[in-house]
Structures are given as C-alpha cells and as structure tokens.
C-alpha cells in the first residue's frame, strides 16, 4: 500500500510536469524563429523531468531494473535526468535574458561541466557494486560504499549547486515593469528552492553516515521536497501566460454566482407565473444552455416577462395607498416592489377566479417598479419583484382587498 501511495505521487507530478510540456511545446510552435531558443530549453526540462520522477516510482524504477537485470539502474537514470534538468533550466534563463550568441557563451560552460558529472558518476556507478535493489533507501544503503558513495556527493552537490543558481537567477532578474513574469519567476525560485532541500538532506546524511551518525530517515524523505515543489516550478513557469486572465477569471465566477443566486430568487415568481401560458417555456436547445446559470437566467427573465405583461389586463392600479398604509415603515423603493407584487398576486387571483380582463389595461409607464428601477435592468426589476412576491405585506393588502368578480 506504501508503494501505491508512491507511485501515485511520483504519477500526479509527471503529470504535472507533462501539462506543462504540453503548453510550453504548443508556446514553441507558436513562438517566432528569434524567441524558440528561450523556450526550447524548459522543454528539454520537462522531457527530463517526466521521466526521472516515473522512475522514482518505486513500480517503475524496480521494474527497469528486473527489465536490464542492473541493480538500482534506475537511481543511476534518475541523477543523469537531475543533472540535465539543472542544465537545461539554467540555459533557460541564459536565452531569456540575453541574446542567442551570449548566451550560447555561457550555456556550453554548463553544458561541458554537467557532461563531465555525467561521464564521472557512470564510471563510479560502474566501479563501485550495488548488488542488493534498494531503489527506496539507495542512499542510506549505499552512502557507505566505494565509490557509490561518491558518485551520489558528485550528483547531489551539482544538484544542490545548479538549482541554487536557478534561485539566483530567477530572484535576480525578475522584471519589475512586467507584474506576472516577475510573479512566475519569483514563484518558480520557491519552488526550485524546495527541490534544493532534496540535495541538501541527502547530502547531510551521506556525511553523517560517513561520520558515523544515523541519519537514514533524511535520506529516505528527502525526495518528497521534489513532489512538494513541482506545483510550485509548474505554476511559476506558466503563470504569465494565463496569469494576465485571472482577473476576468474572477468576474466570470461573480457572475455565474450572481447568475445562480438571482435564478434560484426568481423561482417563487417564475411557478407562480407558469400557469398563465406553460407553452411559452423555453427548452434549452443545447447542453451549454441546460448547464450554464447565465443562459439559464436569461430564458427565464424573458419567461416571467412574457407572462406578466399578459397579465398586465388583470392588475389592479390603486394598491401603492394600501400599501402604504399596512407597511409604513417601508422605503419608497420597497413600497415600489411591494406594490407591483401585490398587482401581480392580484391579477392571478382574477385570473384563477375567471374575472373578465380590465377594459383599460394599465399601460407599461404607470408600472412604479418599471419607472423607479429602469436603469437597473429588467433583471433587478424582476429580481425586487421576486423578493416581495411572498411579502407578509402583500398578504395582508390582499386579505383587506375584495376579490375581483365578473
């Protein structure tokens, strides 16, 4: 079950990783010619960075080495993988901020260095012996053994080393004129700082090992600072690019919510009113208008529209002073509302009972909610309607009210 738990963390973060390869690849495509050496090499991190952490896996990193026969070949692939990674994201920022040709001057330095980490810890791993698979605990089984140990301090310290500088470079150059990079480029030092903490305890007890100290539990935790920083390195490397569109994002989200709760407020208004012409109900011709509130909202402003101003034969024009009088404590908007609903009530109470339509319909401008609370919209006009619909007030006018005969 431990496994288990391992393998879907080291999984969600490869998938983490994987989207943000995705995104970068479809940037790169995108790009012109002059800005794809910028973006090439934070590709190239993720092309690494997916797989070292399926190897971490305990699964998959097992089952390479059954498939080679090599034991614990798969920690040797996941340091060579971390020794790119650092390459590549330190040549990422070299093409970010300088041309192409300087650059290049200072990436091939890198380059050069991590080819000969590379080449020196494939010749440690094949001189030292690793007979017993300890993919879990490969430190602390091995920190005390020839040139193992060795091989994991070389790893460990360019590790460490190159993802210091990675925090250098990303708290240095941070723009101050462009809000979101700076906020993506300081956020991915964070994260990069975490995944240092993975060199750093590892190293830590290597040499307390060396020293005689019993520190194999930094060892066998140190990885989870990797799994702990990748949300941090993926939002910090795609942040300026959906960044800009999170205050939109957060409007939208006012409206959907706006959307739902003026829905739901509607409802008493919209089943009262259903009986006047069910025909007139909108289906919705798609499942975007069936799921969205605003779609929804709308079909049912028109809806509860339709059907007052068929009523608007059936309303009584003289309930404002009844109004006024049962509710005096009222303000001139609520008396407004509270009126109109008692017009509304009113007219289905006509309607139900029978009565022969007005011959003089109340005409659209004598409508006191329509005339006080125009600007707002027919949306808030219905919306104040709604809310007085089940007034105690309305009740009480109504009570007092004879009803209508003919």
């Known amino acids: 079950m431990a496994d288990a738990g391992t393998d879907l963390q080291y999984a969600v973060s490869a998938a983490g990783v994987l989207v943000l390869l995705v995104h970068k690849a479809r940037a790169w495509r995108q790009a ?34 059954r498939l080679t026969g090599v034991p614990n070949l798969s920690v040797l692939v996941i340091y060579a993988l971390g020794v790119v990674f650092v390459a590549t994201n330190q040549a990422m920022l070299l093409y970010w901020r300088h041309p192409p040709a300087r650059a290049w001057r200072t990436t091939r330095v890198v380059v050069a260095v991590c080819a ?3 080449a020196a810890m494939v010749v440690l791993f094949a001189l030292g012996e690793t007979p017993v698979e300890r993919h879990d605990d490969f430190p602390a089984a091995y920190a005390d053994t020839p040139y193992i140990g060795e091989m994991m301090v070389l790893h460990q310290g360019t590790f460490l080393l190159g993802l210091l500088n990675v925090v250098r470079l990303c708290w ?9 990079l700076r906020r993506g480029l300081r956020i991915n030092a964070v994260g990069v700082l975490v995944a240092s903490a993975y060199s750093a305890m590892t190293l830590v007890a290597i040499f307390g090992s060396w020293l005689g100290a019993d520190l194999d539990s930094w060892a066998v935790t140190a990885p989870d600072a990797l799994t702990l920083s990748m949300p941090l390195v993926v939002v910090g490397a795609s942040i300026a690019a959906w960044g800009p569109r999170l205050p939109h994002l957060r409007e939208r989200l006012v409206r959907v919510r706006d959307a739902r709760r003026d829905h739901r407020v509607l409802r008493p208004l919209w089943t009262a009113l259903r009986a006047v012409d069910p025909a007139m109900l909108h289906a919705p011709g798609t ?3 069936r799921l969205s509130p605003e779609h929804r909202l709308f079909w049912r402003v028109i809806e509860i529209n339709d059907w007052l101003h068929q009523l608007r034969c059936h309303r009584v024009p003289d309930l404002r002073a009844a109004v006024e009088r049962h509710a005096p404590h009222l303000s001139p ?31 659209d401008q004598d409508d006191p909610v329509g005339a006080e609370h125009a600007f707002a919209g ?8 709604a809310l007085a619909f089940t007034s105690p007030v309305v009740d009480e006018v109504l009570a007092c009210t004879p009803a209508p005969t003919g």
């Not at 027919?378 to 309607?385: D, K, P, S």
């Open 287 to 289: 499942l975007r208008e």
């Open 172 to 180: 240095l150059w941070a723009p101050e004129d462009q809000p979101w």
């Open 32 to 65: 012109p010619p002059e800005h794809r050496p910028a973006l090439l090499p934070i590709c190239l991190s993720c092309v690494t960075a997916i797989p070292a952490f399926l190897l971490l896996a305990p699964t998959v990193g097992t089952g390479l080495d």
């Open 333 to 363: 908007a609520e008396v407004d509302a509270v009126t109109e609903a008692a017009r509304v009530r009113s007219a289905l109470r006509a309607r139900a009972l029978g009565t022969a339509p007005a011959d003089t319909p109340v005409p």
């Open 116 to 118: 000969l980490v590379l």
């Open 378 to 385: 027919e949306r808030t006009r219905l919306v104040l309607l």
